[in-house]
């Protein structure tokens, strides 16, 4: 989530009513005692709109795009993901029972890949680092050349095998995350489903939330693609093609052998569906993108 305090209009940290709001002084306050992967608790305060709510964090009123769906005064945990230009926070997942110890090295994971993204901010990665012959070995190779981006790679990658080891035998999923794919984009998750269904989630400037899922039927595999902002379709069916044959070569085996992979589909990505390992834990809602990787995804 994007922080928003509740003053609106301007921004200029005064209320309407000509009361001094201190909420620009509340987000320095959290800016100076958080850093980039830490988490801090919040409570839930209401609904704004689906998948839109109300939560206090550090004593500042905000708005949060939630994936759970949580009831009034719920205590909530979020990850701190940037500080600067905005704060952004992201919800981690609560679960209890035997999917307790999923949900903490999903938050792991999650907390790990914040690091990283915030570690290539000095870094940043190739843009044509997905055309490369073999672009995970140059991604290595850029890595070698700025240590910290590299420590925090070598991070990321230990917090997806510690998830692996209790995802795969529970879920008979497996996360992969492959930033080189598309390294404009930033909270990369791919879980296969027993090299036959694939789901790929990023975040792009300018087109928001994508979703792209596959199901590999050889020798012909279709793909559904889903949007949080639908005025970029249009663009983005250009570069679907390259995009879907690209996911399918890094994750599906046997992909030499397809004959064909189709476009089914590219809709609207519905409120709250952003995070596919945050499907994990939540209640299908209806609308929203399956697999049918389980239950609850």
Known sequence: MRIRSTSGGSGSGASGSGRRDDSGERRQSFRRKQRVGDRVRGTMLGWESPGLAWVEISGVRLLAALES????GAPLTFLVKALEPDIVLQELPAAAGGDSLIAESVAGFWAARAGFEHAVQDAPLPEDLADAPDPRARLHK????????????????????????????????????????MPAAWDHELLVNHGRELAWAFTLPHWGRCQVRILHHPPVAGARVFLERPEHIEPLKRVLPKLVETIA???????????????LSVGQLPPGSGQLLAGLFTNPVEGRPTTGFSARV
């Not at 769906?69 to 009034?72: A, K, L």
């Not at 070569?249 to 476009?263: C, F, G, K, M």
């Open 249 to 263: 070569a890094a994750a599906l085996p046997n992909v030499q052998n397809l004959d064909r992979i189709d476009i």
């Open 69 to 72: 769906g949580p009831e009034p």
């Open 142 to 181: 850029h890595l070698a050349a700025h240590p910290p981006a590299l420590a925090a790679w070598l991070r990321a990658q230990s917090a997806v095998e510690a998830l692996n080891a209790m995802l795969v035998p529970a879920r008979k999923i497996m996360l992969l995350y492959r930033p080189e794919l």
